[in-house]
């Protein structure tokens, strides 16, 4: 392609990848949007000005009169957009910079147009910016840099060339089509692409390296919050249906202890709100009552009341909590949080061992929770009566006015129960067992949900599953509480971490034991809906993961990841630097312990040990910089003539050598020319033949004029007819006198 | 002391890499300073990753120029002498001495008294290992001593963004002549006449009449008098008085106010002019310049040492008028086998007073056809 093709179409792509990103950031208007599409298409074929459509397009060029009216249009057409259409300033504008990008698409002919057609594109890229945080905004950002340094070469190069053919009116003014220009070759291709790259890896260390200063007047941290329910201190049974669906990504959890194998497969409860009074139809907290909790150094808020012992930390869980903004005050987190690590102002918790922040957060936040799991204690087990604080018994035995055959069932039910932990068992049992999961429940119209879910319809999903069985154990005398929370289950193999979406939404059980605590019970079957992995989830899942790294490492990369990384770059050297410090030792200790044994042979005893090793360290460094200065006389000594020069040299040597045998040696004084000269008076036979080689010989060396393979070919038959030539006569006249060496070419 | 060695630091710094900026890298580098204003103020990532691509653009733009300028390795050919106004061709022979690495989009200056002078040499593309030999034509305006104290390389690659300028010393001296001018006829035929009286009466090369007789085979018939064949019917030759024997002693009066100093360069080139008419016509000519000491030129042999000294020689304030009229006088004195100009661009009146010995004396105000610019085949 030649080289003002490839400059006009790389420019037309630069503005083409701009543009694109501009559309999918804002909604352009459909008349806009046709309009520049047909701007591009004339500007791509008008590239190839040869061609009879190209011609016909030329005919269709408006005056320079017409498109100054076009602009003064468009600059009405803001006005009016701004206070009448749009009325905001951002879409205003940028639909006034698509006009100015149609415009500079459709006059393309001067150096100026080609550099405001690169500033419209990169004021459009970066209207895009602001616009978005998505990923898709990087293969954009990737492909305009990629063409925008293509351009900017081929425009650099086009301009030496312009300059190189006219180099006295300065071409200023002169289509570069006038020109006879250079074609593009596969080195070019491939060392663009290289620069490009380096260009690229130059920009990732910039961008991280970057001091985060945002402390400017226009900072924009406030989005839409992700609508949840289920979470707050008073819930209606049946209102988690509605979300079941919503597949709206609400936070990632990464287990940093666990590897994937292992938690590849295990459900993890992440705990939000626990309730328990229920009144038939809804849920409440009845100890609404919340306390600050305790700030320890580090941004780390502890659970743990004072004169208490800390769970060992091997039993807790770890959890890395990555939550999307919410519209609800509440932390989540496996149960149960002994403590809680992010960059909060307070953090507060109620009586049931919920974790309330004190307002909902705007923005996407990073924090960390570690949990102390509970386990039902051996001797619970077995435990026919148990002996529950006052306090519980009052809070959690709570029953509403239940119809008399729920509570006959839950008789019948734990009336094979020799303990309390297998009557807790026999009722979860049942749940799982006798009912069948089901969304399409209208439960909010019913007046008495839990009814129709026991006796009835006998489908329902977590809600009803997780009521029927604390309504169920309270009849048994047994305290438990419903808790709401979500239930993650979709394991981000690509990423080593679980997505929660809307639709993990889940409601579940805790049951009291007075030794072991609280235990999680979940009495819900699986949903029949669940079905095995496909090519597209994993797909997805993989999408989202790159998604989670974008935003992670560009969209919310901030000043305290770059003290991180810092802090972790100062550690590991450290770490290095201890490392090779006792290598060193190590080594020193050795050769010094094998210097003693070689020198106790050879050298005195009284030299000591000490002036050896600095003998051989010496020795060692100036072997080593001669090792060097060889290596680089090596680089810089390197021939001044070219493989193609080499060549002809060669070829010349052996004619030299072939004349020399004839007795005709070459003077150092004498040019080619004139030894050639010599040739013809004294051996005429063999003149044409060295006067071919000669002539080759002077135009590649002196006129460093292009060797092809059929003058090299021609050359090298030449040389050895010349030896034949040299042998045959040489067996009539007698031989010259010694070996000949070939005169000094010059 | 900190201070002095962070300038002389700079100073070094300066002399062998330098860059400046190109219209469109003052554009590109508003933007940027626009994006990067626009990322501190919103606290938007995508902001920052824009400034750092166009932050690394720009540091690339510093790498790749700085491959293209190193490791070059320079050979130049000047004339050994040169006169003003007169050009003349230079050559220069360039090589790429890395191995890898092409250098690209290079242009080349000439650094003569700190100044950059382009040699309108330009190379696309020089692959690495490469060499080729360039010419540049050379014209300078000024008589003396031309120091060339390096070549400077220059490259906008990759970008155009800016210009990369390497300094590579390659010191060079050239004696520049004063300009040869061409001199009215009528000066040169009264310069000739002045001599005449002192020429040796015998055939050989030159302009007077020695004497007309038949043409013999061999003869030159260039030299055939056609007027005198033409009376006679004989093919008739003349023959041409020698002039191989005279000598014209030149004297430059090296004393001119500073006011005059266009007017000495100017005495300079009238005399370097005559110098070369001269000597080519056969001519022995004797050159005193002020105080130095005599220089003498044969007809058969080129006179540049004369030139040289020419190039070489300076103006004299005011205050030596004396010494150098003293000087000259005696020089003057001792030569007394042949004609004797004396070339002053200084009008003095006392001068012709002072040299009697003198033929004839060239000043602003006897020969103005040859001082001044108008009305004279001289360049102002």
Redo the contacts between chains.
């Keep these: 392609m030649p080289l003002d093709h490839a400059f006009r179409l790389s420019s037309i792509l630069l503005a083409g990848t701009g543009f694109a990103s501009l559309t999918l950031a804002i909604a352009l208007p459909w008349w806009l949007l046709i309009v520049a599409a047909g701007a591009f298409s004339m500007a791509l074929l008008r590239i190839q000005s040869t061609s009879a459509v190209s011609g016909a397009i030329g005919h269709l060029r408006f005056s320079a009169l017409t498109w100054n009216v076009f602009l003064v249009l468009a600059f009405a057409g803001f006005w009016l957009d701004l206070f009448l259409i749009s009325q905001e300033i951002l879409p205003a504008g940028i639909h006034f910079l698509v006009l100015l990008l149609v415009n500079k698409l459709s006059n393309l002919d001067q150096r100026r147009d080609f550099l405001h057609l690169y500033a419209i594109s990169l004021i459009a890229l970066l209207a895009s910016a602001a616009l978005t945080t998505q990923i898709w905004y990087a293969p954009f950002f990737f492909a305009y840099l990629v063409i925008g340094v293509w351009t900017l070469l081929l425009y650099h190069l086009l301009q030496e060339q312009e300059e190189l053919a006219e180099p006295q009116q300065g071409l200023a003014h002169t289509t570069p089509s006038l020109l006879l220009l250079p074609s593009l070759t596969a080195r070019f291709f491939w060392t663009t692409n290289a620069v490009a790259t380096s260009a690229f890896a130059l920009t990732l260390l910039f961008f991280f390296l970057i001091p985060r200063v945002g402390v400017g007047f226009f900072q924009n941290n406030h989005g839409d919050n992700l609508r949840t329910t289920g979470f707050s201190e008073h819930v209606d049974l049946g209102v988690m249906g509605p979300v079941k669906q919503d597949p709206s990504i609400v936070m990632r959890v990464e287990l940093p202890e666990r590897t994937g194998h292992d938690s590849k497969w295990e459900p993890l409860y992440l705990r939000g709100v626990a309730y328990n009074r229920y009144d038939g139809k809804s849920w409440t907290n009845s100890l609404p009552h919340r306390r600050m909790l305790t700030e320890l150094p580090e941004d780390t808020f502890t659970l743990r009341t004072s004169g208490t012992k800390p769970a060992p930390p091997a039993r807790q869980l770890r959890q890395e909590i990555l939550l999307e903004p919410l519209d609800t005050t509440v932390l989540f987190g496996t149960p149960f949080p002994t403590s809680v690590k992010g960059h909060f102002l307070s953090l507060q918790s109620d009586l049931m061992g919920s974790l309330y922040l004190p307002f909902p957060l705007h923005t996407r936040t990073q924090y960390t929770v570690y949990s102390s799991p509970t386990t039902l204690h051996t001797t619970e087990k077995k435990s026919a009566a148990l002996l529950y604080p006052d306090f519980i018994l009052q809070q959690y035995l709570q029953v509403p006015a239940v119809n008399e055959q729920v509570l006959e069932l839950a008789r019948q039910i734990t009336q094979p129960a020799t303990s309390i932990a297998h009557a807790v068992a026999l009722i979860h049992t049942h749940l799982l067992t006798h009912y069948r999961y089901n969304l399409d429940v209208p439960s909010l119209q019913s007046p008495h949900p839990l009814e129709d879910f026991l006796l009835t319809r006998k489908t329902g999903y977590c809600e009803h599953y997780a009521t029927a069985m604390v309504v169920m154990l309270r009849t048994a005398g047994i305290p438990a509480r419903l808790v709401t929370g979500f239930l993650a289950t979709e394991w981000n193999e690509f990423g080593g971490y679980y997505t929660v979406r809307q639709r993990d939404a889940h409601a579940w059980v805790e049951v009291y034991f007075p030794q072991s605590g609280w235990i999680t019970m979940d009495p819900t079957p699986p949903s029949p809906d669940a079905a095995g992995a496909t090519w597209w989830q994993s797909a997805t899942r993989a999408m989202d993961s790159l998604r989670l790294k974008w935003d992670r490492l560009f969209v919310h990369y901030s000043a305290h990841d770059q003290f991180t990384v810092v802090q972790g770059i100062r550690e590991g050297g450290e770490a290095v630097r201890a490392g090779f410090a006792e290598t060193l030792s190590a080594l020193s200790a050795q050769a010094a312990a094998i210097v003693g044994r070689m020198g106790s042979s050879v050298i005195p005893s009284d030299v000591p040990h000490y002036a050896i090793t600095l003998l051989l360290a010496i020795a060692a460094v100036y072997g080593a910089s001669a090792i060097l200065r060889r290596l680089r006389n090596r680089r810089t000594q390197h021939s001044p003539f070219s493989t193609q020069q080499q060549t002809v040299i060669t070829l010349y040597t052996s004619l030299l050598q072939c004349c020399a045998q004839r007795g005709i040696t070459k003077p150092a004084s004498a040019t080619p020319m004139e030894f050639l000269e010599q040739i013809r008076t004294r051996w005429e036979e063999a003149w044409p033949l060295a006067d071919s080689v000669t002539r080759l010989y002077t135009h590649v060396r002196f006129g460093e004029a292009a060797l092809t393979e059929e003058a090299l070919a021609t050359a090298e038959a030449q040389v050895r007819t010349l030896r034949l030539l040299g042998h045959s006569t040489a067996d009539s006249q007698p031989p010259s006198r010694g070996p000949v060496m070939p005169s000094r070419l010059r | 002391m900190a201070s002095m060695t962070l300038h002389t630091w700079f100073h070094r710094l300066s002399r062998y890499r330098a860059i400046s900026v190109t219209t469109?890298g003052v554009?590109f580098l508003l933007?940027t300073l626009a994006?990067g204003i626009?990322?501190?103020?919103?606290?938007?990532?995508?902001?920052?990753?824009?400034?750092?691509?166009m932050?690394?653009?720009i540091?690339?733009s510093g790498l790749?120029s700085e491959q293209c300028v190193r490791r070059l390795e320079f050979h130049r050919h000047l004339p050994d002498t040169l006169f003003v106004n007169q050009p003349a061709t230079a050559t220069l022979w360039i090589?790429n001495?890395k191995?890898h690495l092409p250098s690209i989009?290079l242009r080349f200056l000439d650094i003569a008294a700190g100044q950059d002078h382009d040699c309108?040499i330009?190379l696309?593309h020089l692959?690495p290992?490469?060499?080729?030999l360039r010419t540049y034509p050379l014209l300078i305006r000024r008589r003396g001593r031309y120091q060339i104290d390096g070549i400077r390389v220059v490259t906008?690659?990759?970008?155009?963004?800016f210009h990369k300028k390497a300094f590579y010393p390659q010191e060079a001296s050239i004696l520049v002549c004063p300009e040869l001018i061409p001199l009215p006829p009528v000066q040169l035929q009264e310069i000739h006449a002045i001599g005449h009286e002192h020429a040796l009466s015998r055939r050989g090369h030159g302009n007077s009449l020695y004497n007309l007789r038949e043409f013999r085979p061999g003869d030159d018939s260039r030299a055939i008098h056609w007027m005198t064949t033409a009376r006679t019917a004989k093919l008739m030759l003349k023959e041409t008085e020698a002039e191989d024997q005279r000598i014209i002693t030149l004297a430059v009066f090296t004393v001119a106010p500073d006011e005059e100093a266009d007017r000495f360069e100017r005495a300079l080139s009238i005399a370097a002019s005559l110098i070369d008419q001269l000597v080519n016509s056969g001519l022995r000519l004797r050159l005193l310049l002020g105080e130095q000491q005599e220089l003498l030129a044969e007809g058969n042999e080129s006179p540049l040492h004369l030139f040289h000294a020419l190039a070489l020689c300076e103006r004299r304030p005011v205050a030596d008028s004396a010494a150098v009229q003293e000087a000259l006088s005696q020089a003057l004195a001792r030569s007394q086998d042949g004609p004797a100009l004396l070339l002053s661009s200084w009008a003095d009146p006392a001068l012709h007073g002072v040299f009697p010995a003198v033929d004839q004396i060239l000043t602003p105000d006897t020969h103005k056809d040859l001082f001044d610019a108008a009305g004279s085949c001289l360049p102002a």
């Design positions: 469109e554009r933007l994006v626009a990322a501190v103020n919103t606290g938007n990532n995508l902001f920052y990753l824009l400034l750092a691509m932050l690394s653009l540091v690339l790749l090589a001495r191995s989009s309108g330009r696309t692959a290992g490469a060499s080729t906008p690659f990759p970008f155009g963004l």
